[in-house]
């Protein structure tokens, strides 16, 4: 490798690094800002949302790990980790909607959870466009595959703050454990793709 070609390649291990430290810091004050609001209002899709931000700052510390060991023979592993904490969110988000359709527990409002999603949504959309191109640019299968984990949350902040919006604008309280069963679908579908990556 010439040192034009590595210096490039350290240039994008830092990009991409940058990327995944400032994910970690949104994800980490999100759950907590999150959770508080979810406890509040009773919200299984809130609660949803921050399990998913837990296990979108899992996935950053392992693309993390990943990157700074910049070996192909962990790309696998830490791929599959990934896969593994999607699965885990999709059983419980299931079972927690299940429970609140069949209760018809209706949740409150949550103000500062609609902030927080909108917010969410705009910054993970970015941040996923800049680790995948930087994944790319890097041949990084780890850092690829958890651009789509950030962009995911992107549509679950999205479709919980739909669910939020609708029950709090039309009191549509069955919305918000519907956005939850969102959750469910994208996790058991990420969580089969990772496991599918050879």
Do not use: C
């Not at 240039?11 to 800002?33: A, D, H, M």
């Amino acid at each position: 490798m010439t040192d034009a070609a590595l210096d490039r390649q350290t240039q994008l291990l830092r990009r991409g690094l940058l990327l995944e430290y400032v994910t970690l810091g949104w994800n980490v004050v999100g759950t907590v800002i999150v959770m508080v609001a979810a406890y509040f209002a009773g919200s299984v899709a809130l609660t949803g949302f921050g399990i998913d931000s837990l296990i979108e700052i899992f996935a950053s510390v392992v693309v993390v790990w990943q990157l700074k060991s910049v070996g192909k023979t962990s790309e696998r592993l830490a791929v599959r980790l990934i896969g593994s904490a999607f699965f885990a969110l999709a059983a419980y988000i299931f079972v927690q909607a299940i429970r609140t359709l069949s209760a018809q527990t209706h949740p409150a409002t949550s103000t500062a959870g609609i902030i927080w999603l909108a917010a969410t949504f705009v910054a993970m959309l970015l941040l996923s466009l800049g680790k995948r191109r930087t994944g790319w640019q890097l041949d990084n299968a780890v850092l690829t595959t958890e651009a789509h984990v950030t962009l995911v949350d992107a549509y679950l902040a999205a479709a919980v703050l739909l669910g939020l919006v609708l029950n709090g604008v039309a009191d549509w309280w069955w919305a918000d454990p519907l956005a939850g069963l969102v959750i469910v679908y994208y996790g058991l579908r990420e969580g089969v793709a990772a496991w599918r990556v050879p």
